[in-house]
Structure formats: structure tokens, C-alpha cells
């Protein structure tokens, strides 16, 4: 794509040679020649940050990869170059390359644990990845080390180096796996989603460790993620992409402020605001798979503004506004305000409460991890649990449903005055019915030896004496309720997308008519358009069912748009509570103003301070 | 992915069953569709045939003609007579349904031990699994061979004892692999889902963990059914599984094995069966389990792990293998 080349030179001024030039990058198939990616073309100038966002299977993290010259098993990059300096990394042969990954370009992948060598301790990984590009004396090495570590905020005690990477936390992993990739000064980085896996606060270490080695290296990086807020943070520019193509192009802070294709427009709408609550808008449907790209835009058949002619050819990638690129027909004029916000329907507010816990204590193999937790849940609203990984918050809501059963306390259900028993077996049907329990990752929560009926109809089995034919009926009942009609009752979980299996485990919650519903960070492992579906949902189905919520979540955006009580939970014990406008409006503990703050935001970029 | 993208060969919500018994045929389709699978079924087949149809086209192997070692072609039949003068070609025919038939019981008695000890111990876990493994860790310290050839000749050559010996050496391997395969499913959320139902653990494992453990299950059945094969025909050649005059494919090579020189086919044509088979039904067993691969993230639940981690690690969904697998297909 010339455009793209001279779209982004453009923004650039001329002011110099842009350090990373990728010219038309296609990624396919081996076998079937199926394309995966198409003409991705973009620069990036030295110290420069381009954030590249796209939902699953956009293929974004096939680009990543295709820029340290590698495309994963079966993949194939088929034309372009990806110029690094005076490098072109898809010329060089397996030698060339070896030499220049890691000197030239480096790489952060997701997981630090996956990153890091369990094997080895931290000492030795740091030296290797110098050692490997140069030779150095042993002094001059231990004191890069030493640099090293210094630049990424760890000390740089012996304590870390003789540390096994199990020893560290993920943050401090994360940290170690950026020093490996800076090691050799490389001068481009490419980070692939480095901070999916972390809290908001080590999230914002990160990004700052970033930003800074970034600039202080003058290195070109690559900001790969699914998190719009975290790109704002980080990026000059962002790229979009979607099936395989960039669809918009522009510095961020305008790529934010005034979207102009559809689908960026789309996605925007979708996020969550810990501000203040509104409507989400999410986009139906989901990204064509690869192979089954359709003719023209791949977008126009969720597009609102989708016209015949969008379906004739793919549309060029043209500068809809100065340094804007756009691939769309009909792009979102500049004025519309893209600001939708819609009053989200709140619950009556009730004095009767469908959950009490009332001085719940939880161990774990020993060890005390939830102190003295105290949670309301008024009939038909929903209460939000919030706290960081390791806050004892997943462990509550195992207390909750009984899996965890080492705990004491009272757990009072409904207008019941006993304590619900500690294990799931101890309790009666009618208390296990009416508490259905929502798990976090929808890959992993439905059986995938049987179809999507069967799992929905599986509670029933257990719950509710019916001739097989009612069974089938109740359970498509509940995944028309999900908007999934019965046309998907007879498919494998296994080909559904991550949504649409959460929303399968929604209906087999909601199948046996419960009247409180856990659920378990389930909007944390979906891309923001379908985490905004489901939560309209859920929100939906509550006012009609006048359901109850323990709604579990890091997010605190989404809580803002879902609950109306909170407690934040640190380290296993309550450190506030209250209303949601209370808290997220007025937070009193510093831990809440913490996690607050360090909330990435879209709007962060406006008044940022890598603006040239 | 939408509505068209059922599979067309599962029907579901027949019989409670109707999941597994799917799942099953998908597996043996998968596997039909590769070519490794192709020509492992066929030359399985081949070797089956020959020996259960073989019989009713064999003339007497125990009658004589002419001398020992007679060259192919001659009063023997077409590949020549064996040490007593024999049809080679008769006893070839004659001489397999039983070794096949105590390999099958075998194997059937290594799986339905094995499978049982290795979910009951990974489910149960505790003191149950500690009692379980450690048994199976002392049974795998026993050399198979030895370990047969120890029962027959303290209690004597009858064909159920092989059957038990075989078996019992087969069954611990078969318990291994099955146990750290239900620990996985064991820890699934969405057994634990059922769990949270207050569903009792019986229930549990046969709705929920066994069909999830079909995959290594069917692998195991054709990867034991060969060792065994190897193992019975072994004790036949050492003379304490079928006895002679009886004709037996392991029998036949140790009989004709001195005649070499003379006529080669009374050692080569059971060998050449024998080793057909083998490679036959692993080559098979390798294709269901490359069959369960290609089925996607629907197919195995331990793949569909993986895929997952990596689709929720990479935010990009694994398109590579999926249509790889469909690419070959």
C-alpha cells in the first residue's frame, strides 16, 4: 500500500527516515493458501510507539510475529519487507536471521512464564541474552546487568539474579522479560501484549518501564494489544486491524478523539467507563474467520453504515483527514459525536436481600486468605467484588457456591436464617439451585464432548425430574433468552467464538431459574465489542428476572456499568464498601484511589506527554 | 461460529450416550479421512482377514507332504512346506485367529483394568491414588516378557493364562497414561460446575470424565492391541503359548526358523503378517490421534486447552492448525 507509506511519512513531516518501515506484509496458510494477513503497511520512527489493536483473530499477533521475519507452524509470510535501520528482516536467511533477533529486533511475548526458562535462574537468562550477540568481559557485563535491571525498576540485588522465574511475581517476570529484549539495544521491540495478565497498577509500572526504555533507547516499539486504554497509554500512533487488514491509521490521540471507519467507531462505543455508567454498545456478530473473508470490506456485514458498494472491492486504505488513514467507503463523518451515552436502567432499590455473607473467614491449605468478609447482595441488584489477582476474591466466590469449603461464617440465602453448609454436596438441591455459579474462562467451563444443548440441559438432568423432549425445549428457552436461537443448539462448544460459549454458560445458569447469580470475572477473557454484549445482557435479563448478582471483576469500568454496591477487597479483607457512585465517585482508601488511578484511560493520550 | 458451521455428522440430544458414541465415530472418521489412517485400517484389515477367513480356504496344517523344507511351488502349496513337511501356506492360513483372538482379550482386559485404576486414582486422588500407582509402579518394574513367561511356566501353558499374563502387563501402562489424562479433565471447570451442582463423583466421571478421555483411550486400544500381538506371538515362539502340532504364526517362525536356507517363507510369511499388523495398527491409532487434533478445538479437551491459553494469551485465534488439518483432509 503506497498510501499507507505516504500517509505515515507524511505525518511524519519528512523529518527523518522512519527506523521501521513494513511495506505490504502478507501472511497465509502454507497449505491451503488461505491469506491471514493482507498488505499491512506502516512506519514507525525511532522512539516512536505504534499501538496495533485488533479483536481475535485479527491477526494481529501474526504481524507481530511476521516482523521478527517468523510466522507461526503452518503460516507463511508470502511478500513484503519489514526494513529495520538498513535491515530487511525478510530477506535474511535462518542465520541472518538468528543474528538479528534480539540485536536488531526483540520481542515480549504475553506470558513472561512462557518467555522465561523455569529451568534456569534469572542471572544466568539475563547474561545469555547478551552474551548471544555480544562478547564481553566479565566486568562489562555484570555492570550491563546491573544497568539492566536498574532500567527496568528491579534492584539489582544478588536476590533477583540467583531467583528462579517462579520466585518472582508476573510483574516483576514481565519486567525481566522486557530487560531480556532490551538487552542488546535493539531497535525495534516488538511487545505482544505484554500487560494482559497483570493488575491495573503493575499494568501501569509496565507501561511507564516502556515509554521510557523506549525513549531513552530511541527504539522503535510495537504495542500489540486487545485493551483500547492500554494502547492510548502507550502508543504515538495506532494502527486498527481487522480480518487481516489495517483498517484505520492515525496518531492516537486522534485515532480516539474522532474515529472514522465503522469499526473503530464500533469499538469505542463498546468500552466500558469507569467515569460514569452508560448503555454499552457492542458489535454484533463476530469477525469472519479467516478463508471465509468476505468479498469487499470484511466489516460491511456488521457495519451500520455498510453500503452495496462496500461489498464490491476491498476499499483502499485513503487519508480521510490529515495523517488519518481509512479504509472504508463511507467513513464516519468527523462531527459526529461519538458519545452515545444512554442512561443504563438501574433496579429498584429494595430492602430485602437475596444474599448475606456475614463474617465469612476462609483458609487455604493453611493459610487464612479471606478475613472477615462481610457482602449484601438487595434482591435484584448486583453487588461487584473488586480487588487484584491474589485478593482472595475467586476464593470468595468458591465459598459462595461451595467448592471451597474450608471456610466459617454465615452464608444466609434468600430469606433462609441458616448458614448455607460449607461443601456444595452438604447442601440441599434447593440451595444449590437457586445460586449458579458463572466461571471465568468460557474455553474451559463447558464440556466439550457434548453440544451446546446438552451442556444447557445438563442442571436440568440434576435439578428438575422432565421427559427428555421438555429438557430440550427449557434449555433452547434459555439460549433464545442469550440470543442464541436453537440454530446452535446441536453445535460443539469447540466451534463456537469465546462469546457466544460465555453466553451458552450463561444459559446453563439460567436454565434451573436461579436467583442469585456469581459470576466469576466472565467478561475478562472477551474482546471489549463482546464483553459489552454481554453485559447489556446480563443487565437485561436482571431487570426482567429480577435477578441477583455477586458480580466478580478486576475491571472497574465494568463494574461502573453493571453494579450498584461494591466492595473492594485487598489482600482478603474488605478495605471499602458501598454504593458504586460512592466508591468509584468519592474513594476514601488509598488502595481504591490506587487502582483508580492507575486505570488505563482512552482519553490519556489528548494531553500526553510523547506528543512531538 | 454460526449456525452452518455444525458439523453435519453430529446429531444430537438422542441418547444420553448419543455424545460418546458420537464422539467416537467422529474419532474413526477423522481418522479414515488421513491417508495414515487409510492405509493403517487396510493393512490391518488385510492381516485380519487373512486370518479369520483363512481357515475356511485352508486345507489340513497338520497333514503332510512330501519332506521337510520343500521349496514354494511344490506338493506343499505355493510357499513350499515347513519342518515336518507341511503346507506352509496352510498353517499361514490356519495359524492366526487364535493369536489375534488372545491378543484382542488381552487388550481388552489391559484397558477395562488399566482405564478403571487410572480414573478412579486421578479422580479419588489422595491415599487411593498413592495405593494405585505405586501398585502399577511396581508392576512396570517387571519386565513383560519375563513376567508371563514366569505365570506359564509356574501354572502351566493354557491360552486364558496368557490371556491374564498379557493383560496384566499391558494394564499398568494403559492406568498411567489414563490417569494423568482424567487429572487434566478432573480439574476442568466445567467438571467442576457439575461439581457445584452437588452431582455424587460417580455420575461425575461417567458423564463428564470418560467421554473427555476418549482420544487417549482409543489410542491406547490400538497401541496395547500391537504390543500384545508382539508379546503373544513372542511366547509362542518360545514355545509356552499355543503348543504345537496346533499351527500359530510365532509357533511357525521358531519351528521353521533352523529351515531358513532351505525355505525361507515358513519364517518370512507369519513374520511379514505379524509385522504388517504391527505396523498397521499403529499406524492407525496415530491417525485418531491426529484425527483429534484436526478436530479442532471441539475434539480434545486438553488441545482445546491449549488453543484456548493460546487464544486468550496471543488474542488471535489459532487459525494455523485448523486449516492445516483441513487442508490434508
Redesign the interface.
Known sequence: MSAADSGAGAAASGRRRPEVEVTDLAVR????E?P?VEGVSFSIEAGKTLGLV?????????VAVGLLGYA????EIVSGTVRIGDTDILALDQKGLRGARGRIVSYVP??PA?GLNPAHRLGPQLREAITAHEDLPKEQLEERVTELLESVDLPPTKRILRSYPHQISGGQQQRIAIAIAFACRPRLIVL??PT?GLDVTTQRHILATIDELARVHDAAAVY???DLAAVAEVATDTAVMYAGRIVEQAPTARLFATPRHPYTAGLLASAPSAEEAHRLVGIEG?PP???NWPGGCAYADRCPRALPECRAAVPKLVEESPGQLVRCINPVPTEATSEVNLAVPVPAAVAASALAVRGLVADYSGTRVLHDIELTVPLGQTTAVVGESGSGKTTLARCL???HSSWQGEVLLGDRTESLRQA??A?S?EE??EMQ?I?Q?P?????????V???V???LR??KRLS?SER?ARAIEALETVSL?A????????????GERQRVAVA?ALVVEPSVLVCDEITS?LDVSVQALLVEQLRDLQMERNLSMVFITHNLAVVRSIAQNMIVLQQGRIVEQGSVDAVLGNPQHPYTRQLLEDLPRLEARAGSRQVA | MSANATTPDVIAAKAPRAGVGGRAGRLLRGALRTRRGQIGLLLTLVVVGIAFLGPLFAGNPTALHGGPFEAPGGQAGALGGDSLGRSVLDRVLDGGWRILLISAAATAMAIVLGSVAGVVAAYRGGFADTVIMRTVDVLLGIPSLVFVLMLLSVVGSHAWLVIVGVGLTQAPQVARVLRAAAQDVSERDYVKAVAAWGVPPRTVIRRHVIPSLLTPLMVECALRLSFSIILVASLSFLGLGTQPPTADWGVMINENRVGLAQNVWGVLAPAILLATLAVGTNMFSDAIARANLSSGPAGDPTLQMALSASNVAEGDEPVGLEAIDEGSQ
Open positions: 496458510v502454507e497449505r491451503t488461505v491471514i485488533g479483536e481475535s483473530g485479527s491477526g494481529k499477533s501474526t507461526r507452524r503452518g503460516l504475553q506470558d512462557a505482544d501484549e494482559t500489540v494489544s486487545h463476530h474467520r479467516p478463508g457456591v461451595g467448592l456444595a454436596a447442601r438441591s444449590l439451585r455459579y466461571f474462562n474455553f474451559g467451563s463447558l464440556n466439550p464432548t457434548m453440544t444443548v446438552e451442556n440441559e445438563e442442571p440434576h435439578f427428555r430440550r436461537g440454530a446452535f443448539a446441536d453445535t460443539m462448544p469447540g466451534r463456537m467464538s469465546g446453563r477473557a
